[in-house]
């Protein structure tokens, strides 16, 4: 068995120097992609937090794991089955087991009660950098004295949009305490958005917000070097979906969905300094960890091993699948991606693009921007990707795509009904739904 060092990130996406972005300060991480196993095709199921930390920690799909919203107040989307978590399984195969920064994947309560119920020996949540810096590495001196392996989680709130007083009115940035602009190498404005200076200044701050996040990851794994645990351990970092951009987070085009995924595997040359263009799955994640610390993997979860694409070289999928179903509201979606085109449906009429910037005032605006409005969806969009990667032209309604539609339409028809998807039968009633029912409810009974 192998320690197992699992860090993840709030809203990066593959915004990172590794990824190309070559205006971003990512020293640690790039050096990290170097040693190891960087898979350049990687998405979420879900393009916000919760739904896809699930899939990520339990290998099953939101529509399976229960997790189809928010899991803190008032959504309180929990899963179904805690114990399906990564953390329980490793420790029930004998692994010492930690928690330490964001959790966002069950239920949010109190720090004890989320390490009972998920298999964690110890929790404690939230924080910004430098306090998930100072519990982690407190954590890696304490589980290295051990004989037994050990997991630990780590999750950093950054790059994550929080409230500053350096905010504009009406505006929620990047400035987290200790963030700051970083334009010293320039700006990147993703290619889905128009490039002025409103998207600048909101670059500018993101590009800090990546950096400093960046330099806890350093602060980590440095600590891991110097207790002597880098050859005995696993250490994988990825991100829980796009950035909290316009026309990314929360929508699933591939900004919103596609994800940093890299894993070194110390004393195995096949994974080092590799790159993988396979698309994979964050389903694909916890079989890939199980396997190669030698813990037996369920044969029940969704996602394959990765472990033959990069060492023999063998594609371990032909179809992504991801949905939206309750963020801040309704707004069912689900959506099937091949190596060439991406098949989006939507099953309401809820605006094109969920705003994910939390923000009255948008600094940032999308480059297909067509009018005034933001116009709602259409029940088909169908993208080819090669031509047309920043999905910008549906051609869903064009001539010659029937074939295409048929050949996408079958396999999300077959995952949905594999995974039990709640949209083939009835809409999904969220949390507030039953709680507002309640409410008149209980007026109607008191009246009478």
């Excluded at 500018?204 to 110097?226: N, P, R, W, Y």
């Excluded at 699933?252 to 110390?266: E, K, N, S, T, W």
């Excluded at 963020?327 to 190596?339: E, I, L, M, W």
């Excluded at 999300?412 to 009835?426: E, G, N, Q, S």
Aim: charged content about 25%.
């Amino acid at each position: 068995m192998r320690n197992i060092l699992l860090i993840h990130c709030h809203d990066l996406g593959r915004f990172l120097g590794s990824y190309g972005v070559e205006t971003v300060s990512t020293p640690h991480l790039d050096s990290f992609a170097d040693e190891s196993t960087l898979f350049e095709q990687a998405f979420a199921t879900a393009p916000h937090c919760s739904p896809a930390r699930a899939s990520l920690f339990t290998g099953t799909y939101p529509q399976s794991n229960g997790v189809l919203g928010l899991t803190h107040e008032p959504f309180s989307w929990d899963l179904k089955e805690p114990k399906a978590h990564i953390a329980y399984r490793l420790k029930s195969a004998g692994y010492q087991t930690e928690l330490v920064g964001v959790h966002h994947e069950s239920r949010v309560l109190a720090d004890d009660v989320v390490a009972g119920r998920l298999g964690f020996d110890r929790a404690r949540t939230g924080g910004a950098r430098d306090v998930v810096v100072s519990r982690a590495t407190d954590a890696l001196r304490r589980m290295s004295v051990s004989d037994r392996p050990f997991y630990l989680q780590v999750g950093f709130t950054e790059p994550h949009r929080v409230p500053s007083d350096r905010d504009r009115p009406g505006v929620m940035g990047f400035l987290a305490d200790g963030v700051n602009p970083d334009v010293t190498l320039g700006h990147t404005v993703p290619a889905h958005l128009v490039d002025d200076d409103g998207a600048r200044e909101e670059i500018a701050e993101l590009q800090g917000a990546v950096k400093h996040m960046d330099e806890g990851v350093g602060s980590i794994l440095s600590e891991l070097d110097s207790l002597g645990l880098r050859d005995q351990t696993l250490v994988l970092f990825t991100t829980d979906h796009g950035l909290a951009l316009p026309r990314a987070k929360c929508t699933l085009y591939d900004a919103g969905l596609g994800v940093a995924l890299m894993l070194r595997h110390p004393g195995n040359a096949a994974w080092s300094g590799r790159r993988v263009k396979d698309i994979v799955s964050h389903v694909d994640v916890l079989p890939t960890l199980l396997e190669l610390a030698d813990v037996p993997c369920p044969e029940d979860l969704a996602g394959t091993t990765l472990r033959p694409a990069v060492e023999a070289g063998e594609a371990p999928r032909t179809h992504c699948f991801s949905q939206l179903s309750h963020h801040t509201y309704y707004d069912p979606k689900r959506s099937v991606r091949t190596s060439t085109h991406k098949l989006i449906v939507n099953f309401s009429n809820a605006p094109r693009a969920m705003d994910p910037t939390q923000s009255w005032i948008h600094r940032s605006l999308p480059a297909d921007l067509g009018g005034p409005t933001i116009g709602t969806s259409p029940a088909l969009e169908l993208y080819d990707l090669t031509s047309d990667p920043e999905e910008l032209d549906n051609i869903a309604d064009h001539p010659g795509q029937a074939e295409i539609l048929t050949d996408l339409s079958a396999p999300l028809f077959d995952w949905m009904r594999d995974c039990d998807d709640p949209l083939l039968t009835a809409p999904v009633a969220a949390s507030r739904h039953q709680l507002a029912l309640d409410a008149i409810h209980e007026a109607t009974l008191t009246r009478k």
